[in-house]
């Protein structure tokens, strides 16, 4: 498993790589020694790999979604100042160029920030981005900032804890009134079915060549179920309307507020089907509203009613609501376009059969690990039927 991803963008099993060389920040422009945890090492060195960012950069429903949000606000982004927290390559801070910034600070603490300098170098737009390397809770500059831009979500999320430093610099940086790009987030949960999985992990256990191997399957659901898994679900076996988790805005948003997330639910299956676990999504919107009530039953992240560039398969890859209140919306719910955040899935050990119309009810807590603040502690609590459920997990 870590070796499958260890490379990937956010390996499920943690920013842990073998035996991470230290890093040593020496003090660069715009940037004092920064005196890294180990976790944050370790976090900092996976985003060295070339690989991380090809992923992310391949993932076109993210990077489209950027450059459309970044290109939509040029009137505003002409001759302002942007920064670019957790620049990587340098892509959106080069967007941002594009749209206009007379002036780009794009941070970065991995080796990356030594890329992303030469590939702005070699686009000739050294004048207007300056790339620093190192913690933004360590940079020094002297102006205040007209816009941040970050692609700072993590897997539910959450997952990661980037967005504490994004918050750092709007607090330190930003101008009042000024732009944030992504500007709104929302953290949706349902429960949904998975026959297939369940046969595939579970249900093999049970006859093997002929022989009863059931004494596995106290087992085998531990090992399949008891960490949250990436995967891509479809639409079809979503089996409620979301649960809203967290609304997060942007401007607003404090560090205290993202400890713990907690929400209450109550749904009801839409068909009848063995429920098999919880799916999470989230979405980030790039403009100035928030989402409204009437948005989960109408439009939300489970209908198609937008319009936008369209990919190979007629999906749309950049939602842009088509309501007056206009704004580009990247979206990682089942039935949008995939991305390599995917969807993350809480699988129960136990499916429950429930009929159209059940009520499934209980409540969601994501708080951040005290072991490595960039982990996420879950608890889950679930009733359906006479049934009901507590499980725990931890996604690191
Ligand atoms: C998800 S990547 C985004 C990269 C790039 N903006 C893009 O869209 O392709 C996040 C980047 O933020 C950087 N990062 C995370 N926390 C940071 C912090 N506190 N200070 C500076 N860089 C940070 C990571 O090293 C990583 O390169």
């Known amino acids: 498993m870590r070796d499958k991803y260890a490379h990937s963008r956010r390996s499920p099993s943690g920013f842990v790589l073998p035996a991470p060389p230290p890093v040593v920040v020496a003090p660069k ?28 950069i391949k993932d076109r429903a993210r990077t489209d979604a950027y450059r459309d949000a970044i290109f939509f606000h040029a009137d505003y982004i002409r001759d302002k100042v942007v920064m670019d927290v957790g620049c990587g390559t340098g892509i959106l801070s080069i967007f941002c160029a594009y749209a206009g910034a007379r002036k780009v600070h794009a941070v970065d603490a991995s080796a990356i920030a030594v890329q992303a300098r030469e590939v702005v170098k070699a686009n000739n737009l050294s004048d207007v981005i300056t790339v620093h390397h190192g913690r933004v809770e360590d940079l020094q500059i002297f102006e205040e900032v007209d816009v941040i831009v970050s692609e700072w979500m993590g897997y539910m999320l959450l997952y990661e804890s980037m967005l504490g430093s994004v918050i750092y610099a709007r607090d330190r940086w930003l101008k009042p009134g000024g732009l944030m790009l992504p500007s709104f987030a929302t953290l949706y949960m349902a429960p ?42 479809p639409a079809e076996s979503v089996l409620s309307w979301p649960i809203v988790i967290k609304q997060i805005d942007c401007n607003t948003v404090t560090v205290r507020e993202l400890e713990t997330v907690k929400a209450d639910f109550s749904v009801s299956s839409i068909m009848m089907a063995p429920l098999h676990g919880f799916c999470i999504w989230f979405d980030v919107s790039f403009g100035t509203r928030v989402l409204q009530e009437t948005d989960l039953q109408s439009d939300s992240s489970l209908d198609s009613s937008f319009s936008g560039e369209n990919d190979n398969n007629g999906n749309s890859r950049t939602k842009k609501r088509a309501n007056p209140s206009d704004c580009i919306v990247l ?3 089942p ?28 409540s969601i807590e994501l708080s951040q690990s005290k072991e490595n603040p960039r982990f996420l502690n879950i608890h889950l609590k679930y009733r359906s039927g006479n049934r009901e459920c507590v499980k725990e997990s931890v996604m690191r």
């Open 29 to 56: 422009e715009g940037v004092v020694a920064s005196s890294f945890l180990d976790q944050d090492r370790a976090y900092f060195h996976a985003y060295s790999h070339v690989g991380i960012h090809e992923e992310m």
């Open 192 to 233: 949904i079915t998975n026959a297939e999985k369940y046969s595939e992990c579970i249900d093999f256990w049970r006859s093997v060549y002929g022989i009863d191997m059931s004494a596995m399957l106290p087992l085998a659901k531990q090992c399949s179920f008891e960490e949250p898994c990436i995967e891509t679900v």
């Open 335 to 362: 039935d949008s376009t995939p991305t390599h955040w995917a969807q993350t899935i809480l699988y129960v050990y136990d499916p429950i059969e429930v009929k159209q119309d059940q009520e499934i009810s209980g």
């Open 331 to 333: 979206s990682t719910a």
